[in-house]
C-alpha cells in the first residue's frame, strides 16, 4: 500500500520567472477523472478496467483488498498521462491531515487518453516543473495550469513523515494542503474556487 505525504500551496504568477530559471526538469501533463463507478472492479484477475478493457491486473493482495475499499467508498480515479506517451492510473483515499492512501500503476497511455476523450471526462493539463531547494535538497514539485485553470500555480512537496521539517521557498503562498476545492480533481471539475 502506498501512503502519499504531501504539502501543497498556492505560488503567485509574479514569481513564476524566477522558479523557471530555477527548475531542473520541465515536464507536460494531462489528467483526467472518470466518473465514480467507472473503474471495474475484476475480482478473478484482481485487476481494473474500464469499459471492459483491463487496464492493470495481477495487483498483489494486500494492495487489492484496500484498493476495492477504496473504490467501495466512491473514492475517484485519475488516469495521468505525461508527454510523450506514459500513462498512470491512480487511486487516492481521502486526505486525513497532509497523508492519504494512494495507489498507481502504469496503464496503456494510448487506450486511456482515447477512453478520457472519447467519453469526454473533466481533465487538465498541466506543466510541470521540477525545483531543487539550495539548502535543504527538497525537490519541489510546481503545477502551471494551461486552459480553464490558467494562471494558477500550485507547488507540492512530498514528504517522509507528517513531521518532516522543510524549508519553504520565498515564492509559496498560501497552503491548500488537505483541502478538498484545490485538489486537481475539483480544479478538473469544478474550476479554479473563488475564495
Given at each position: ?43 478473478e484477475r484482481q485487476g481494473l478496467a474500464i469499459s471492459s478493457r483491463i487496464l492493470i491486473e495481477g495487483i498483489p493482495d494486500n494492495e487489492w483488498r484496500e484498493v476495492c ?127
Amino acid at each position: 500500500m502506498g501512503i502519499e505525504i504531501e504539502r501543497r500551496f498556492l505560488v503567485d504568477e509574479v514569481n513564476l520567472n524566477e522558479i523557471i530559471k530555477g527548475a531542473s526538469k520541465s515536464l507536460s501533463l494531462s489528467q483526467w477523472y472518470p466518473p465514480i463507478g467507472t473503474i471495474e472492479m475484476i475480482p478473478e484477475r484482481q485487476g481494473l478496467a474500464i469499459s471492459s478493457r483491463i487496464l492493470i491486473e495481477g495487483i498483489p493482495d494486500n494492495e487489492w483488498r484496500e484498493v476495492c475499499t477504496l473504490l467501495s467508498k466512491g473514492s475517484g480515479a485519475r488516469i495521468r498521462v505525461r508527454k510523450p506517451v506514459e500513462g498512470w492510473l491512480t487511486i487516492k483515499g481521502k486526505w486525513e491531515g497532509a497523508l492519504r492512501k494512494e495507489f498507481e500503476w502504469p496503464v496503456d497511455a494510448a487506450i486511456t487518453q482515447q477512453l478520457a476523450e472519447r467519453d469526454e471526462w473533466p481533465g487538465l493539463s498541466k506543466r510541470r516543473l521540477l525545483w531543487t531547494a539550495n539548502n535543504s535538497g527538497d525537490i519541489w514539485e510546481i503545477d502551471v495550469f494551461k486552459g480553464v485553470q490558467e494562471g494558477l500555480i500550485i507547488a507540492e512537496i512530498e514528504l517522509e513523515s507528517e513531521n518532516q521539517h522543510i524549508e519553504l521557498p520565498t515564492w509559496v503562498g498560501e497552503e491548500i494542503t488537505g483541502i478538498d476545492k484545490w485538489g486537481n480533481c475539483s480544479l478538473a471539475m469544478n474550476g479554479i474556487p473563488k475564495s
